[in-house]
């Protein structure tokens, strides 16, 4: 017998004692946190930075917790090939077709796709994104205590929310800026 509850789940708390375990697991890391596969030191601002805009981009874009791969790609619409078209009916034939199968209407990004994209944009770059990543295993390591936990891994959960990923990302930033080192590193 299964029993269901409306009873909203409260999102990830991560208290300041959880950011001092994660400190202390950064200061005990095989890598060095703070270097960038550059070779260059990254600051804990510009962590937090990259860190915060994923969290604006989730909250813009919506999050989902995994991608569906199992869904059927191109059964929806069919582009025509009829030689008779005009290229007006082509060029709309053509648009219907992009629209209908970008599904725009489903929240798209996952934990990992917001870090790498915001990566990609004017809010960081390859090495915060990928800081901000051992950032976030860090503190979810300290929050399960857990030595093998992983971020992404946590994000995927069934029970995950939006929240909880907020909370996570929020986390991580005042992580970075708390324990990251100062200075100019992009």
């Known amino acids: 017998?299964?029993?269901?509850?409306?009873?909203?789940v409260p999102a990830a708390v991560f208290t300041?004692?959880?950011l001092g375990k994660a400190a202390g697991l950064a200061a005990n890391a095989y890598q060095p946190v703070w270097i960038g596969q550059s070779g260059e030191q990254v600051s804990g601002e510009a962590v937090a930075r990259h860190l915060e805009a994923a969290t604006v981009l989730l909250d813009k874009d919506g999050w989902v917790r995994t991608y569906d791969y199992s869904k059927t790609w191109g059964t929806s619409a069919t582009l025509a090939s009829d030689e008779s078209m005009t290229v007006k009916d082509m060029v709309r034939a053509l648009l219907a077709?992009?629209?209908?199968?970008?599904?725009d209407t489903e929240p798209h990004r996952t934990l990992l796709t917001a870090l790498r994209h915001v990566g990609?944009?004017?809010?960081?770059?390859?090495?915060?994104?990928?800081?901000?990543?051992?950032?976030?295993?860090?503190?979810?390591?300290?929050?399960?205590?857990?030595?093998?936990?992983?971020?992404?891994?946590?994000?995927?959960?069934?029970?995950?929310?939006?929240?909880?990923?907020?909370?996570?990302?929020?986390?991580?930033?005042?992580?970075?800026?708390?324990?990251?080192?100062?200075?100019?590193?992009?």
Do not use: K, Q
């Not at 077709?97 to 599904?103: H, N, T």
């Not at 770059?125 to 990928?130: K, N």
């Open 120 to 186: 990609e944009g004017a809010h960081g770059d390859s090495d915060t994104a990928a800081i901000a990543s051992v950032v976030l295993d860090l503190v979810v390591r300290a929050h399960t205590g857990c030595d093998t936990a992983r971020a992404t891994v946590w994000s995927e959960r069934l029970h995950r929310t939006h929240a909880d990923i907020t909370a996570l990302l929020m986390a991580g930033a005042r992580f970075a800026r708390a324990y990251g080192p100062a200075g100019h590193g992009a």
């Open 16 to 18: 300041d004692e959880t």
């Open 97 to 103: 077709f992009v629209r209908e199968e970008s599904g």
């Open 1 to 8: 017998m299964t029993v269901t509850t409306n009873i909203p």
